[in-house]
T-cell receptor
């Protein structure tokens, strides 16, 4: 059974810092891994999707990497801004077609 | 291009009632998934539909059901509501099913269900 863990659960950083969010999963037989952000009371916004055959994806200040063999993905945010404050979630899609989400990292970027 | 829309946005029901939630995917998307989000359990997968067929189901009781129409719109129904069903229900659509290019999920704003 796939389990997805995100560490840390919460993070507070000053504006301008580069930061890394971690996502670990127990079953490496995944089709892809997707990162999302969620603002309070809102739906999820897709950030990056990494197919199982890829190692990383980049979009603007965001870079996500995937290491299936170790069951890890990281989301790197460069030069953080107060607008980046949100909860960040990772999710895996596996061979059973189920989508399993992590518990999320609540990020606060201080001005 | 319009995003995923969900109606209604907010709903208040009492225990024992039933409720139907609606989701309209992004135009051209044929896969629709439903999730329940609560503070205690996080985001949990309910079911996924592709071309009107339920392809997978999460670990929820039979009170939770869904369907997808030929235009890819989907509905989710919860019967005999319980207090614990209070949650944010999210719908996501994608162009393709998992494992294929185009499987990136796009979420709607959700329906906030409160059961009294």
């Amino acid at each position: 059974k796939q389990e997805v863990t995100q560490i840390p659960a919460a993070l507070s950083v000053p504006e301008g810092e580069n930061l890394v969010l971690n996502c670990s999963f127990t079953d490496s037989a995944i089709y892809n891994l997707q990162w999302f952000r969620q603002d309070p009371g809102k739906g999820l916004t897709s950030l990056l999707l990494i197919q199982s055959s890829q190692r990383e994806q980049t979009s603007g200040r965001l870079n996500a990497s995937l290491d299936k063999s170790s069951g890890r993905s990281t989301l790197y945010i460069a030069a953080s801004q107060p607008g980046d404050s949100a909860t960040y979630l990772c999710a895996t899609q596996s061979g059973t077609y189920k989508y399993i989400f992590g518990t999320g990292t609540r990020l606060k970027v201080l001005a | 291009k319009a995003g995923v829309t969900q109606t209604p946005r907010y709903l208040i029901k009492t225990r024992g009632q039933q409720v139907t939630l609606s989701c309209s995917p992004i135009s051209g998307h044929r896969s629709v998934s439903w999730y329940q989000q609560t503070p205690g359990q996080g985001l949990q997968f309910l079911f996924e539909y592709f071309s009107e067929t339920q392809r997978n189901k999460g670990n929820f009781p039979g009170r939770f059901s869904g369907r997808q129409f030929s235009n890819s719109r989907s509905e989710m129904n919860v019967s005999t509501l319980e207090l614990g069903d209070s949650a944010l229900y999210l719908c996501a659509s994608s162009l393709a099913p998992p494992g294929l290019a185009g499987a990136e999920q796009f979420f709607g704003p959700g329906t906030r269900l409160t059961v009294l």
